[in-house]
C-alpha cells in the first residue's frame, strides 16, 4: 500500500510543539477530515489509548477505532486504525535551533470491494492536500 508522508516546521522548540501534539482529544480540532472523536478507554494518551474517530472525506465517512501504538515524548506518536479503511500511522517530531519539523505518515489499506489498493493510490492526492491542510491548521495554533 502507498504511503503518504507530509511535513510542516513549527517556529518553535520541540517540547512546545510535543505539549500540544500529545492532547489527542483536541485533533479534532484542527484535523478537517476528524469530524467527532469518543475514547474508549479512561486513558487519554500514551500507548494503549483507545478511540471512536468519525472520519468525513467529501460524501465519504468512516468511524474507525483507533488505537495509540507507540508514545516516545517529544518524538513519535504512533496510530493503528481499525474500520472499513485499515492501517497504520504516527507523527515525528525533529528539532533543531528552536524549531521542530512535525512529519506525519501514514500507511492506508482500502478494502478489495471499495478497489483496494488502486483506491489508495487514487485517494493519495487528495489525502496529501487534506493531511498538508491538517498540518498548516496545526501549525496556526501556535
Sequence with gaps: MPTIT???T???PVA???DEL???DRHVEWMNDAVA???VTDQREGEG???HCKTRIGPFVTNDVMTITRWENETVMGVEHKGLI???GAFFLHGNEGQTTLVWQEELRF???LGGPLTAYAAMPVLTYIWRRNLANFRARF
Design 16 to 18: 512546545v510543539v510535543w
Design 22 to 24: 500529545r492532547h489527542i
Design 6 to 8: 507530509v511535513s510542516v
Design 37 to 39: 472523536q469518543s475514547f
Design 10 to 12: 513549527v517556529p518553535l
Design 111 to 113: 478494502p478489495w470491494y
Design 86 to 88: 485499515k492501517g497504520e
Design 49 to 51: 489509548t483507545s478511540f
